[in-house]
């Protein structure tokens, strides 16, 4: 349902594989009666509005309570992987004398994590 890597992608303004959380949320979200249909059917034949509209900030903030709390829980599963948390990578990076220590490949690591840490913390506002 997610692709080969099993993971969705997220922008500053919307998801960018917004058909594939879409679906995954909806799926997970389902009473097993509805799973139940949606396995005889194989899927949704024709879908409400939802499929075609993007997976916007705005409508990401409108989705049901069940995808809201899944999105949540997911976004803090991740959080947690990471190392260090958001204030520690913008202290790192504030730091002009331990950021000039790290090597070119390390500060750039640093500048994409923190990029998506930012994204994770707006999606978090988004569905609380």
């Excluded at 799926?27 to 097993?32: A, D, G, H, I, K």
Aim: include cysteine; proline fraction near 1%.
């Amino acid at each position: 349902m997610v692709g080969e890597e099993g993971a969705f992608v997220l922008g500053w303004d919307e998801v960018l594989t917004e058909e594939e959380l879409s679906v995954t949320l909806k799926v997970l979200c389902m009473s097993e009666e509805e799973f139940k249909e949606y396995k005889e059917q194989d899927g949704w034949e024709d879908d409400s509005e939802e499929e075609n509209s993007t997976l916007s900030n705005e409508a990401l903030s409108r989705l049901k309570t069940p995808c809201k709390k899944l999105l949540y829980d997911s976004v803090l599963l991740t959080l947690e992987s990471y190392g260090a948390d958001l204030k520690a990578e913008q202290d790192l990076l504030n730091n002009k004398e331990a950021y000039e220590k790290l090597s070119r490949r390390e500060q750039q690591a640093l500048h994409v994590r923190y990029g998506q840490k930012r994204i994770l913390h707006q999606l978090l506002e988004l569905v609380q």
